[in-house]
Every structure is written in structure tokens, then in C-alpha cells.
């Protein structure tokens, strides 16, 4: 069955510094997501992405968060510089129209 | 607005027993979709099930169903014969707009 690939599994960096998280979504799926689940609470949207551009974000996505699909497989999210509120296990999801959304393995980050 | 309401934060269930996990929304959208997702403590988000709002028959697939009542706005996943592997957290979630929202989720706890 098609995945939602997600790397790295695990990342850990030093506040103030810049992460790329990357995903491969489903290939023939139009519509890409980032949402973030902080330790114990509840999953949160972050960003959608569709015919390569954002078609519509969050409160949380501000001017630290970027998206890309640099070359029509991988969609990554950048934070330019990370805050230890930034912790926090991040999906990836794709779906067609009318399909259950799937999502990623996720992307634990911790910021120290 | 749109809201998805889990109020059972937690439940312990014998296993093999069936077990209803109650999901309630509130949407002014006459076009939706409701899903529900299983998150074991791995910590990845796996697709159960979906109901289209449109949809006549109640959504099924395999061991899920999904109790769908739109007049009450109520979107219950029952889990028939429950097994100890169905340990996990379930979060309920609605399409809204190019994004899904979750609840805050349910913790299920399956007994031997």
C-alpha cells in the first residue's frame, strides 16, 4: 500500500538554528499538508499546499515556517530558526479529492 | 466554526467486547467529511475510516464502523470484538475547508 514518507524519524538541534523536515507524499496526490502534535496534545494544523502553492496556513505557521516542493516528489518544511516551543512530533499528509487523508510516520523534533 | 468534540479523554474495555468511541461536530458547511485515525504509541497516525456527509450508508471497514447520525452531528466509531493491539489514542476529525481538525482524542485502553 502507497506510503507517506518521512525523514528524518527523529531529529534534535540547538534552538535558533534551521531544520528541514522532508516528506515524499503519495504520487499521484494533489494536496500536501504539514500538521504538528506537541508531546500529549492534540494534532494541529500547520499548512496546505496544492498546484504549488500554499492554499492555506495556520496562526502557527508564521514567517519562521516555509514550505517547498522543489521537485515535484519531495514537499519539505523549513524552520529558519527554532524555538524550544518548536518540540514537537510533525506530519506530513496527502490525499486526493475525496480520499482519506494519509499521513507520514512523523518527524520528532526536539529542540534544546 | 468549525469544532470536533471527543469527551471521553480515556477508556478501559474487556477485550473482545465492542467499544463506541463518541465524536460529536459542528459544522455550518453543507458538504463535509469525517475520519477517524489510530495512533499507537509510536506515535504514527494510521487512517480507519471515513464518512462522506453526503453518504447514505453508514461507513464500515473491516472490525470499524462508523455510526454516523447527521441530524444529531454525531460521528461515533464503534470497534467490534476489540483486541488487545487496538491500544491507542483515536482522534476524530472533520474536513473543513483544504484542511482536517482533530479532537482532542481518546485514549482506549484494551484489557486481556
Known amino acids: 500500500e502507497p506510503e507517506v514518507t518521512q525523514t528524518p524519524s527523529h531529529q534534535v538541534t540547538q534552538m535558533g538554528q534551521e531544520v528541514i523536515l522532508r516528506c515524499v507524499p503519495i504520487?499521484?496526490?494533489?494536496?500536501f499538508y504539514w500538521y504538528r502534535q506537541i508531546l500529549g496534545q492534540k494534532v494541529e494544523f500547520l499548512v496546505s499546499?496544492?498546484?504549488?502553492?500554499?492554499?492555506?496556513k495556520s496562526e502557527i505557521f508564521d514567517d519562521q515556517f516555509s514550505v517547498e516542493r522543489p521537485d515535484g516528489s519531495n514537499f519539505t518544511l523549513k524552520i529558519r530558526s527554532t524555538k524550544l516551543e518548536d518540540s514537537a512530533m510533525y506530519f506530513c499528509?496527502?490525499?486526493?479529492?475525496?480520499?482519506?487523508?494519509?499521513f507520514g510516520s512523523g518527524t520528532r523534533l526536539t529542540v534544546v | 466554526a468549525q469544532k470536533i468534540t471527543q469527551t471521553q479523554p480515556g477508556m478501559f474495555v474487556q477485550e473482545k467486547e465492542a467499544v463506541t468511541l463518541d465524536c460529536t461536530y459542528d459544522t455550518s458547511d453543507p458538504s463535509y467529511g469525517l475520519f477517524w485515525y489510530k495512533q499507537p504509541s509510536s506515535g504514527e497516525m494510521i487512517f480507519l475510516i471515513y464518512q462522506g456527509s453526503y453518504d447514505q450508508q453508514n461507513a464500515t471497514e473491516g472490525r470499524y464502523s462508523l455510526n454516523f447520525q447527521k441530524a444529531r452531528k454525531s460521528a461515533n466509531l464503534v470497534i467490534s470484538a476489540s483486541q488487545l493491539g487496538d491500544s491507542a489514542m483515536y482522534f476524530c476529525a472533520m474536513r473543513a475547508s483544504r484542511k482536517i481538525i482533530f479532537g482532542k482524542g481518546t485514549r482506549l485502553h484494551i484489557l486481556p
Open positions: 499546499f496544492y498546484n504549488n502553492e500554499i492554499s492555506e
Open positions: 499528509a496527502s490525499h486526493r479529492l475525496n480520499y482519506g487523508y494519509t
Open positions: 504520487s499521484n496526490h494533489l494536496y
